[in-house]
């Protein structure tokens, strides 16, 4: 065993999954239209072998055998989302139909023994909010504090562990910025503003759960945070200043921007000062600094699949006159999951947690998603059926615990660790394409849920604490 192969005993296990990705039941309990199962609607041929929004992984009917499997597996918690469109109606008031699925599946989740840790957005607005401006709109943000509000007087005598955004970096890239999502925006600046509006919503919303838990309406010992696809960012050996102001933006916009709001309740000036030298202006009322200030959060939720590898542009505007601060570098020595095209770099796990313990020394975080997505998983199936997975996936999971372990031993506030998508589950345009779970889902078979290979190894793990 080399040093860096155990973990602490209080180191939790957890699984990491969301309601629009798991749920199915798309159109029952109350449920309204949110934008995926609007861009479904409009064109199914964008999604993977046509498979929409509508059947998730068909948790609904699954609930009670996926967190026994959670809780046989080792995992003492499970993170899910609330999706905003079935807790709340057209006019954003409270749907008793949707209350009641929520209550119900938090009650199968703790009586297997796992502790449901909550967040409140995943990517999926209603779409009529969508049509009111989104999360350009002062509106919609306020409707967004509101549901919040909501979700912390339903559920605070329940939940301990809640969230307010996933990955909020995520939406404004996806839908504004690349045009990779419905609407199909490509628009730098609005995509900030995006960004902008749901930081503000972020902070309204955690100033809601501190006014509901100062009146007893969240229980004492609950804490908020927020989980976001921190991208450690690197740049090639001997940087040209024009390098590395490309690795500063890009961790700007993408990492300080977060942290900063979570620790601090402030935005870092100095990117705020540049997105304005080039035309982009946030759009800051008087009252948003006594806003922002109340962003600060309990704990935090830290993303990781692979790093930000940039260099200086080429060009400083694109075809579409949007800025450009970085473009992509390419590392000669990358590992690369070929079926995501995402680099595979363990060590970027360990770079952000020395990053957390100099300049963000008293914020406890966990890793509450990472995982790995195989195309043709199912061409590993073996006689027996079961999928033969470990040759790819075990090293994958080891070499972060390993680098986890090392964080921790080297003081690091890394509390925990969640796999994402334990259980296969439906992933936006991608749908089932690309699988990450220790645990099949077997469309042909009415959903059915059967371990891998890799459920064996990384039961031990979660069971032991040891990195075998």
């Known amino acids: 065993m080399t040093e860096h192969d155990a973990l602490p005993q209080d180191f939790f296990f957890g699984a990491a999954l969301s309601g629009p990705q798991t749920e199915g039941a798309w159109q029952s309990y109350g ?37 026994g499997l959670f809780a046989r597996l080792g995992f003492s918690s499970a993170r899910t989302s609330i999706q905003w469109s079935r807790l709340m109606d057209e006019n954003n008031q409270l749907n008793p139909e949707g209350a009641k699925y929520y209550h119900r599946l938090f009650a199968k989740a703790r009586q297997a023994g796992v502790e449901p ?21 002062r509106e919609v943000v306020e409707a967004y504090a509101t549901y919040a509000a909501c979700a912390f007087a339903e559920f605070g005598q329940e939940i301990e562990r809640w969230f307010t955004f996933n990955e909020p970096i995520v939406e404004p890239e996806a839908r504004y910025e690349e045009g990779r999502w419905y609407p199909f925006v490509k628009d730098y600046a609005r995509a900030r503003k995006v960004q902008y509006g749901i930081t503000l919503a972020h902070a309204l919303a955690v100033d809601a759960f501190r006014t509901a838990q100062q009146a007893g309406v969240v229980r004492e010992d609950a804490r ?10 690197y740049t090639r050996e001997n940087p040209t200043a024009a390098d590395l102001e490309a690795v500063r933006m890009t961790d700007g916009i993408n990492n300080r921007w977060w942290l900063d709001l979570v620790t601090k309740g402030t935005l870092p000036q100095d990117v705020i000062n540049t ?20 962003g600060v959060v309990d704990w935090l939720g830290f993303n990781y699949y692979h790093p930000a590898r940039v260099q200086a542009p080429g060009r400083s505007v694109d075809e579409l006159g949007n800025p450009v601060f970085a473009e992509p570098y390419v590392w000669p020595d990358a590992v690369m ?71 921790i031993d080297e003081g690091a506030k ?40 890799s459920a064996d190894w990384i039961s031990r793990v979660a069971h032991t604490h040891q990195i075998l």
């Open 337 to 407: 999951n070929e079926s995501r095209g995402w680099e595979i770099y363990p060590k970027g796990i360990y770079d952000f947690a020395m990053t957390m313990r100099r300049d963000y020394p008293d914020l406890e975080w966990f890793v509450s998603e990472n995982g790995i997505g195989i195309e043709e998983d199912h061409s590993e199936r073996d006689e027996s059926g079961r999928i033969r997975d470990a040759a790819y996936r075990v090293p994958f999971v080891r070499d972060h615990l390993r680098w986890i372990a090392r964080a």
């Open 117 to 137: 840790f909550v967040n409140l957005y995943h990517f999926d607005m209603p779409t009529y909010l969508l049509r009111r401006g989104g999360w350009e709109s």
């Open 224 to 233: 908020i945070g927020l989980i976001n696809c921190f991208t450690p960012p």
């Open 275 to 294: 997105l304005a030298e080039h035309g982009v202006r946030l759009p800051m009322r008087a009252s948003d600094e006594q806003i922002l200030s109340r």
């Open 414 to 453: 890394c509390r925990g660790y969640h796999y994402w998508g334990v259980i296969d589950c439906w992933s936006w345009n991608n749908a089932f394409k690309n699988r990450y779970g220790f645990v099949e889902v077997d469309l042909a078979h009415d959903y059915a849920r059967v371990p891998k290979e």
């Open 31 to 67: 449920k309204i239209e949110n934008v995926w199962d609007t861009w479904s609607n409009l064109d199914l041929g964008a999604f993977h072998n046509r498979v929409g929004s509508y059947g998730g992984n068909d948790m609904t009917r699954h609930a009670d055998e996926d967190f």
